[in-house]
């Protein structure tokens, strides 16, 4: 009989709760601790395989008769930007993208909480503390940063712009992962969530990377039908990842 390595991952099974995306259905999910030296490999390993990272937490659904849930992965490389697209982005020239520590601050929780209160005040995050926030953007043994978004402060200010965006963000092999992002309810109208992506894709290309991961797309809620619309993607089936190069 084969062996496993001592410090194989152990997997564990989550019980059943209602299901965020889908009314009426359940979900449950596989999971496994991201711990240690060998944390930032297998957290590349997972996220290749659908995991999504959440701390020290690597998690895919495992529902019994529901496999709605599909990994989604932008190819950076072909991706080329709509007209609407293109018009985000000229929206949003005045924001500064910045890559910083993984640090939460005061700052960036008052934002968190502005746009939970906003967005999703009947979520699962909705009860989020300052500690537990902290602890969401700081507790990771994997390679993570948060990178801001900020109006350009004025010429001789001496201060920084104020935050308008801020994305935490996993540095893999293959690509960047956009672990959980947030941004301010008030700036609606320039689409910040998906100029996120639009920069995000950018970065993964002056890296040379592969792909941007963006966690689950779940045909049928609206939630997720923005995921769609950066294409060429990859989307995790049965037989492996399986190029999308349009919406039909």
């Known amino acids: 009989m084969t062996r496993e390595p001592r410090d194989a991952p152990q997997f564990y099974l989550t019980s059943r709760a209602p299901c965020?995306?889908?009314?009426?259905?359940?979900?449950?999910?596989?999971?496994?601790?991201?711990?240690?030296?060998?944390?930032?490999?297998?957290?590349?390993?997972?996220?290749?395989?659908?995991?999504?990272?959440?701390?020290?937490?690597?998690?895919?659904?495992?529902?019994?008769?529901?496999?709605?849930?599909?990994s989604v992965r932008i190819c950076v490389q072909e991706f080329t930007p709509s007209q609407s697209f293109r018009r985000i982005r000229l929206r949003n020239r005045d924001l500064i993208a910045t890559t910083t520590p993984n640090r939460?601050?005061?700052?960036?929780?008052?934002?968190f909480r502005r746009y939970l209160d906003a967005r999703h005040n009947d979520g699962g995050m909705a009860d989020m503390s300052s500690v537990d926030f902290a602890m969401m953007i700081e507790d990771s043994h994997v390679h993570s940063n948060l990178v801001e978004y900020r109006l350009a402060a004025p010429e001789g200010s001496g201060h920084r712009g104020r935050l308008v965006a801020a994305c935490l963000t996993d540095l893999l092999s293959t690509g960047l992962s956009m672990v959980y992002s947030f941004y301010d309810p008030d700036e609606e109208e320039r689409s910040v969530?998906?100029?996120?992506?639009?920069?995000?894709?950018?970065?993964?290309?002056?890296l040379e990377l592969p792909h941007l991961y963006l966690g689950y797309w779940v045909q049928g809620s609206r939630k997720m039908d923005y995921k769609a619309r950066f294409l060429p993607q990859e989307r995790l089936g049965l037989d492996g990842w399986e190029r999308i190069n349009d919406t039909a």
């Open 20 to 70: 965020p995306y889908l009314p009426g259905r359940e979900e449950r999910k596989v999971f496994t601790h991201l711990v240690g030296r060998r944390a930032p490999a297998l957290n590349d390993t997972l996220t290749q395989s659908g995991f999504r990272r959440s701390q020290t937490i690597a998690y895919r659904p495992a529902c019994e008769h529901c496999s709605a849930c599909v």
């Open 193 to 206: 969530g998906t100029y996120m992506i639009l920069d995000h894709i950018a970065q993964a290309r002056t």
């Open 104 to 111: 939460a601050t005061t700052e960036h929780y008052q934002l």
